[in-house]
């Protein structure tokens, strides 16, 4: 509930009136529970449909900023659909897990419904961020025949590669546990008695003994098999035949997505990046934010109304090309500019080339083999920041300058000229290392003149995966591999007199569980060792900008604030004991109330990630979530725990979910589980 300079447009009631919530009603008899808005026309005349289709309950959690949207779209001719996903909210059933054969089955179904009602045109179009942006790719995939248009927010292709699981095929521990243990606490909270009426109770104890802990699951398909496979539409970009917008950021960890859809997807489809986090780019905390709803609009004007606006002939792909910036900064605008490219990837890319010397990037190959040699420390990674930032300045990657001095560093010469890089770098390697259970971080990172390093991208290869995330090959201490793999992509300039520091480390905490023992790296200079870099040819044209409307969004629910706490990351290093604690608040604590409903609602989050230095098996994460609202006589929250350790055979996860009325605890359930290590 950040406040951002956002333009704020009153919307006429006797254009666009109260939302109406409702059922949608299912084969099986599950009743779906939605909101809507309408503009008041269409009971007369019928209007497109725009779904917006999530677990995070539109009646409290995330009722404010549905408002803001909803009544834009409403008054700009379209109706704007907000349904709680089957087992959340106030809808009936049970959610098994994210992105399930079921969810997509049931808004198969909700989208047919909206299509029949006299209030629409029969044409629907999806909008989402996140969960929203990947269900609406899912869904176009199954090809309903009213839906089409979809536009796609900070969401991904590929559920294994790019989501909060893993990261090079190893588990990212700085996201896996806590975003599970923050859907065990949303789908705890009980439906709202007001909308459900009396059978409330019991499908709140319905819902605390059947919806199952979501990372065990996770932690069960290590390898990309048929389980993340299901979901990620870069098996078949060819079933997604209705045009999709794809949006996201440069501060986001999901914008891999955007070029490589571009590149194979061979139907209509658009791309922007901006420099946002994880956010809608009209509301973002990072600018420059653009007029998003208005862009929105136009693509559903020309899809979903059929209105030759032009938007399918303009360039495919609009990116903010970003200036350099402080290391560890939050901006209010990053300074930056839009470029133009007809389609992916770029037709004047060119690459280029740095071999690995000893601790230097050079154009020419080495003349003699050499090796260079590192082993990990456990504290390496504490100023990473985090894989999906919100906006908050606790997100973001501090000066690296520390975190370089614990890996094995290779940096250019001084840039003799600006230079701009747009595109996902790739590392090759001729390694070996002294362990069966290994991973390979790699940073490429700007070192200004000062010394000053700030982080351009990053990416990771469990060595264990080099010949597939789908399977796990051997490592044999101290032989030979060569292997390749991408860093995420960037578009970003540089300045003269700066340098281009690779650094690589076997460690990376809290992102990446650790290995079960220290790993020593061995890296053969050998013309092998490269950095293939995605250099943007100099004087090739920007292409013709982008005139996006300046942001507004709808004035929103009225709301009072009761408390905001301010998001926060600590390290604490113990250095008698060689410990290091890393606390963290990614999204603050806060407490408000929905006015025109009496609703209160509570949320408070804390992350705890915890190591020894020499000792990868003392990792351990920790997550607590407490949720509640109360209303009149209802008063109800839950208290969410979650920890998982490792040993060097299995991942050890211990959870357990509290649910109170009042003070009185009305439920409590606890969860063991030991899983084995599959080379990660």
């Not at 650094?503 to 220290?518: C, F």
């Amino acid at each position: 509930m950040s406040e951002v300079d956002v333009r704020t447009v009153d919307v006429p009631q006797e254009q666009v009136g109260p939302p109406q919530d409702g059922w949608i009603p299912l084969a099986d008899g599950t009743r779906l529970a939605a909101r809507i808005w309408r503009p008041v026309a269409a009971s007369s005349q019928p209007v497109p449909a725009i779904l917006e289709y999530l677990p995070y309950r539109k009646g409290d959690l995330t009722a404010v900023a549905d408002a803001s949207v909803a009544s834009w779209f409403a008054a700009h001719g379209y109706a704007y659909v907000r349904v709680d996903i089957r087992g959340s909210g106030d809808s009936d059933g049970i959610i098994e897990d994210e992105y399930s054969v079921q969810e997509q089955d049931d808004a198969v179904e909700v989208i047919a419904w909206l299509a029949s009602q006299p209030w629409c045109t029969g044409d629907v179009g999806m909008v989402g961020i996140s969960w929203g942006g990947f269900n609406g790719l899912q869904i176009a995939a199954r090809r309903p025949p009213a839906l089409k248009a979809v536009v796609s927010m900070c969401s991904a292709d590929d559920r294994y590669a790019d989501d909060v699981h893993y990261y090079g095929g190893r588990l990212l521990a700085t996201e896996m546990l806590p975003w599970s243990s923050v859907m065990v606490a949303i789908n705890a909270l009980p439906p709202d008695p007001a909308v459900v009426g009396n059978r409330w109770r019991q499908m709140w104890i319905e819902r605390l003994e059947r919806t199952p802990s979501f990372v065990e699951r996770w932690v069960e398909h290590q390898r990309r098999d048929e389980y993340w496979r299901h979901g990620s539409v870069c098996e078949d970009y060819a079933a997604i035949e209705c045009p999709v917008y794809l949006v996201g950021g440069w501060a986001d960890g999901y914008t891999n997505t955007i070029p490589r859809f571009l590149e194979y997807h061979r139907g209509i489809c658009k791309g922007l990046i901006g420099p946002w986090p994880h956010a809608w780019p009209h509301s973002s905390v990072l600018g420059p934010r653009i007029g998003f709803l208005q862009e929105c609009v136009r693509w559903w004007d020309r899809w979903l109304r059929g209105q030759p606006n032009g938007i399918e002939e303009e360039p495919r792909f609009h990116v903010w090309m970003q200036e350099p910036s402080t290391a560890g900064s939050r901006h209010d605008e990053r300074p930056g500019r839009w470029i133009a490219l007809d389609g992916w990837p770029p037709s004047a890319r060119s690459a280029r080339t740095l071999h690995l010397h000893p601790g230097s990037l050079r154009e020419v190959p080495p003349s003699v083999v050499g090796e260079v040699c590192h082993v990990g420390r456990q504290g390496h990674g504490k100023a990473a920041g985090m894989w999906c930032p919100y906006g908050d300045e606790s997100d973001y990657a501090e000066d690296q300058r520390e975190e370089d001095a614990q890996c094995l560093t290779f940096d250019s010469a001084p840039l003799q000229a600006r230079l701009e890089l747009l595109g996902r770098p790739r590392l090759r390697l001729t390694c070996s290392v002294d362990a069966p259970n290994a991973f390979v971080l790699a940073r490429l990172c700007d070192v200004a003149p000062d010394g000053t390093s700030t982080l351009l991208t990053r990416g990771a290869l469990n060595l264990s995966r080099r010949l597939g995330m789908d399977r796990t090959t051997e490592i044999v201490p101290g032989e030979r591999m060569h292997v390749a793999f991408d860093l995420d992509v960037l578009g970003q300039a540089l300045d003269p007199g700066h340098r281009l520091r690779l650094a690589l480390s076997t460690t990376y905490w809290p992102w990446l569980w650790p290995s079960p023992t220290p790993v020593e790296l061995t890296v053969v200079l050998d013309g092998d060792s490269g950095l293939d870099l995605p250099f943007r040819a100099p004087g090739e044209s920007d292409g013709p900008a982008p005139s996006f409307d300046e942001p507004e969004q709808a004035r929103s629910i009225p709301v009072e604030v009761g408390a905001k706490w301010p998001a926060y990351r600590r390290v604490i290093h113990d250095t008698v004991e060689q410990t290091y604690r890393i606390e963290f608040n990614q999204n603050g604590e806060e407490r408000f109330t929905l006015t025109d409903t009496g609703v209160e609602v509570e949320s408070r989050v804390f992350d705890t990630f915890t190591i020894r230095e020499g000792d990868p098996l003392s990792a351990a994460v920790t997550c607590e979530r407490r949720m509640g609202w109360r209303r009149g006589d209802v008063n109800v929250s839950v208290v969410a725990r979650s920890r998982m350790t490792a040993d060097a055979q299995s991942f050890q996860i211990d959870e357990t979910i509290e649910a109170f009325e009042g003070d009185r605890r009305a439920f409590v359930r606890t969860w063991n589980r030991a899983i084995p290590r599959d080379g990660t």
